[in-house]
């Protein structure tokens, strides 16, 4: 506030009140960097070839081991567990899970946990876990690392991971043989995909005490016995014991990522072992790419941020993240049929078991968590990474053209506002006191208005879970649906109903200005894409938005640009776009009442994530989007109550 109210940066500063001319121009040169810089990040100038930080990783990447009977071994207990699925079309067969877990001798324990529906109106559902530890023979139960793949049932729509649990179990036969393990290994079997390892990690952590209460959705239940402290966990997904490539997952809860050493590990492993992997690998026939390296690695990059976006993680390792677990998912894709490569089925999962083992090995030789390399990159190749020192200064560039907007709009506030007095008065000029004019600002109206439109945000939050609106005879989807629409039009009508006095919404303007530039950098801190998507969007609306222009055309053309800005409308187009390219035989109707549909879902689905997993993507949609957008909009408008100021709060010269 110091700046703001230094007198040789008033408007009688020359400089400022040149760069207040020509504030525009600055922005958009602002933007332009921005985007620009982004787009350079794809050059190998701008990116940097992937290292191993942490050499305690090195154990690893020795000689391997396993042998061929661990594979046979892999290929019986596939048989044996197909036979069980007939049996168990709908369910998980735990009893034979734990029987083998036994039969390995593991410490093999259940886990029991409950889901209370948020719309279900008291529905709850079941599910169960099964684990087991093999204590570390040379130290304490002090650390740990987890192994865990998901079962899906026959009836599961997902793609068949079924050699996923004979994969662990063989190589957890392996494991028990040797006595060079400082660490505990934990292998966990869980069922209903993200919820069931949710279950598991709260009631790992002590959240058993906390969300066993009559008013949490996700009871965790009890663990009957622990490991230690959880070090790194790898997720197994395997379509078949024969494999054709191996697909790194590494996007968690909220847009968080493993450290970049644990990537890197895992795929120099894999190179090893002869397994082509990657991030977001491909099948052969799809690697052949006319592309240049340029394009190419931008594509990687959009495609990694536009995962990141959502938050929600590509699979069961991204929950481990927000416990600072490090953790990442193999997708092992099934072989195609092909007269050019030749397999020995007897050792088809040979290579991928070694891959396992020496994953394991690297990490029971860390001496301490995951810290030397990043947290915050992006995967231009799988062999090169850009840093957050990087990528960061483009979301700068963006966000920074509100802050000087906003400074410069406060520094000429006085002149707008004697302006706009003089025009309610209908005299000739300015008779006021410029030095007196900010003291007389309508601050308290405006920072009622603000509330408000927050409020109406945090109502989008809370009101669907409401047990007064449970009652309604709505399934999940429309009755969130209803209720977000209903919460906009509130917004939309808003500016209408509640006119501010004069200056308040120049001063409006400054508050907006200040909140969209800290929520943009404060969301493009903890999700970058997210954060860098929404100001490449939104961005050239708060650099067009102005409160004195006059131009008719410039004023109907600013909001339309705000009415399609809506946050509701915007995921629609997304859905809307994403539906076409899934099913571009639909007619046009049709594919506008399936996108509805959809988005309905997409929104319920968020809402579920949030209170479920701790997913703030319709938190920050609800409480940050919407408000922001019901401000913009008003400035739009820019409706203004005609009167005169007060003749006690003016001071002639």
Known sequence: ???????????????????????????????????????????????????LSENALSPGLVYPEIRIESNRLAMQLLEELQREREEHRDTT????????????????HTHNYTLRYPFGGGKEFHGKNIYGILRAPRIGSTEGIVFSAPYRVPSSVHVDITPSVPLLL???????????????????????????????????????????????YLRAGNLPARAGS???????????????????????LNGKLPNLDMFNLVQRIMAREGVTSGYKQTPRKKRRSNLSNYEQNLRQMLAMLSSQTSGVPNGNH??????RIDALTITASKRQTNANVKSNPMSGAVPLLKAIEGIARSLNNLLERFHQSFFFYVIVNNDRYISIGDYMPALIALVACTFIKAYLTWSTLDVSVATSAQDAKGSGKPTVALDSMKLSLPYGSVLIYLTLALLIGYCGNVLPLQEYFAKLPLSAAPLTASILVGLTLIGFVLPFVVILPPGGLELLHIGLLLIYGCAMIVIGLLNFSLGFFVAVISMPLMIALNTKTVDRSMRNLTCAWTFLLN??????????????????????LQLLARAAAAAMDGATFALIDSVIYGNWLYFVVCTVFLPLWIISWTLALGKRRRVAISKTKLKTN
């Not at 040789?8 to 009140?17: A, E, I």
């Not at 995909?193 to 005490?209: N, T």
């Not at 997720?235 to 014991?241: K, P, R, S, W, Y």
């Not at 991204?318 to 416990?323: E, K």
């Open 318 to 323: 991204g929950l481990f993240h927000r416990y």
């Open 230 to 252: 959880l070090q790194a966990a790898l997720n197994i997904e395997v379509q078949d014991l024969e494999v054709d490539y191996i697909d790194v997952k590494i996007e968690g």
């Open 170 to 216: 063989a190589f957890a036969d392996f494991a028990r043989h040797k006595n060079y393990w400082a660490k505990d290994l934990i292998f966990l079997v869980t069922e209903q995909e993200q919820l069931g390892m949710q279950a598991w990690l709260e009631a790992y952590h002590d959240g058993d005490k906390e969300s066993d209460t009559s008013d949490a």
């Open 1 to 51: 506030m110091g700046l703001l109210s230094d007198p040789s940066l008033s408007t009688h500063n020359k400089l400022v009140d040149n760069l207040a001319k020509h504030v525009r121009k600055l922005c958009l040169a602002l933007y332009a960097a921005g985007v620009v810089w982004f787009l350079c990040l794809a050059l190998p100038e701008f990116n940097h070839v992937t290292y």
């Open 93 to 108: 067969p735990h009893a034979w899970i734990a029987a083998k877990f036994h039969e390995f001798g593991l410490e093999t």
């Open 567 to 588: 946050p509701l409308f915007v995921i629609y187009i997304i859905v809307l776009v994403m539906t076409f390219y899934q099913f571009p035989e639909l007619t046009a």
